[in-house]
C-alpha cells in the first residue's frame, strides 16, 4: 500500500487543520492506520491510530480532547481533524499502515509510511 499525506499549512494557535492519509491499492480496509509526527530536533511520536474498520481508536492523551481520526474506507483515505492547535503541535506529520494492530506499539513498527506533511501553528 501507498499513503500520500496532505492537508498540512500555517495556522495560528487555536486554529483547526484537518490532514488526510489517502492510500492507493484495494486492500486498504485490510490495514490500520496511524498519525504520527516529528517535530525539529525531536524523536517521532505517536498522534492518534486507527482499526480497519474504524471501531478502535489510539490516541496520545495530550489531543484527545483536540483531535479526531476517523476513515472512510470508501475512499481509502484516513482523517486527522486537529482543531485548537497549540504552537507545540508545529511538526511533519506521518501516516502510517500496519496489517496488524492500531495501538501505538503496533503502529509504530509499520512497514509502510506516507511523505509527510508540514503542520506550523504560530502563536
Known amino acids: 500500500v501507498q499513503l500520500q499525506a496532505s492537508g498540512g499549512g500555517l495556522v495560528q494557535a487555536g486554529g483547526s487543520l484537518r490532514l488526510s492519509c489517502a492510500a492507493s491499492g484495494r486492500t486498504f480496509s485490510s490495514y490500520a492506520i496511524g498519525w504520527f509526527r516529528q517535530a525539529p530536533g525531536k524523536e517521532r511520536e505517536f498522534v492518534a491510530g486507527?482499526?480497519?474498520?474504524?471501531?478502535?481508536?489510539d490516541q496520545l492523551d495530550s489531543v484527545k480532547d483536540r483531535f479526531t481520526i476517523s476513515r472512510d474506507n470508501a475512499k481509502n483515505t484516513v482523517y486527522l481533524q486537529m482543531n485548537s492547535l497549540k504552537p507545540e503541535d508545529t511538526a511533519v506529520h506521518y501516516c502510517?499502515?500496519?496489517?496488524?494492530?492500531?495501538?501505538?506499539?503496533?503502529?509504530?513498527?509499520?512497514?509502510?509510511w506516507g511523505q509527510g506533511t508540514l503542520v506550523t501553528v504560530s502563536s
Open positions: 486507527i482499526s480497519r474498520s474504524g471501531t478502535g481508536i
Open positions: 502510517a499502515a500496519n496489517p496488524g494492530g492500531y495501538n501505538r506499539y503496533s503502529l509504530s513498527s509499520s512497514d509502510y
